[in-house]
């Protein structure tokens, strides 16, 4: 993270959120390992799942906030990886890894979450771990409240899902269900 300003959560709170925007992770992707006519293996990619009714989250891994007074703050997540830090961290601006991520397509996008709302933040609660990281992050924002978790999701065998907390994407919920576009269910 060079000449990245990481900052504290509670520079949210009093701020107001005009846009929400990040590179969003499917749940699961179906495909094929086959070989060419060379003999050489690879991927071929087949349909992306982005949601499923067992899983109440919308997965992402980068949450970019646009504030009223023109600054950017971008929402990541860090899994435990031997160093002892982990869960959500904010920094400064958007991320230069959500664009390579978005880029790359398949099971990544990079999108507008127009299914947030927007408005004055309040930062409610911020729920950590024995090691003092930050796990969940609880936002209210006009009436409804935002949890974002740090974790995953794991596709399983026979389109069955696992969550898996504290690991490197962003699990958000509103109001304690996976948050639907304006209009939509």
């Not at 992770?25 to 293996?41: H, Q, Y």
């Not at 990619?45 to 009223?68: C, F």
């Not at 740090?150 to 065998?157: D, I, K, L, P, T």
Request: with cysteine; hydrophobic share 40%.
């Amino acid at each position: 993270m060079e000449n990245t300003i990481l900052h504290s959560f509670s520079d949210l709170d009093g701020q107001v959120v005009v846009s929400w925007n990040g590179c969003e992770m499917a749940l699961s992707e179906s495909g094929a390992w086959v070989l060419d006519d060379a003999g050489i293996e690879s991927f071929r990619s087949g349909e992306v799942q982005w949601s499923h009714p067992a899983v109440p989250h919308l997965q992402m891994t980068e949450v970019v906030l646009s504030l009223a007074d023109g600054r950017n703050f971008s929402l990541l997540s860090q899994h435990e990886d031997g160093t002892g830090v982990h869960g959500l961290y904010l920094i400064s601006g958007p991320h230069e890894s959500s664009q390579l991520t978005a880029s790359a397509a398949g099971i990544y996008r990079a999108r507008e979450l127009v299914e947030l709302p927007k408005g004055a933040m309040q930062v409610m609660e911020l729920l950590r771990d024995g090691a003092n990281n930050v796990i969940e992050l609880l936002l209210r924002v006009d009436s409804s409240v935002i949890r974002l978790l740090s974790g995953e999701v794991y596709a399983r065998e026979g389109n069955r899902f696992e969550i898996v907390e504290v690991d490197e994407s962003i699990l958000i919920q509103v109001d304690g269900k996976r948050p639907c576009a304006p209009g939509g269910p």
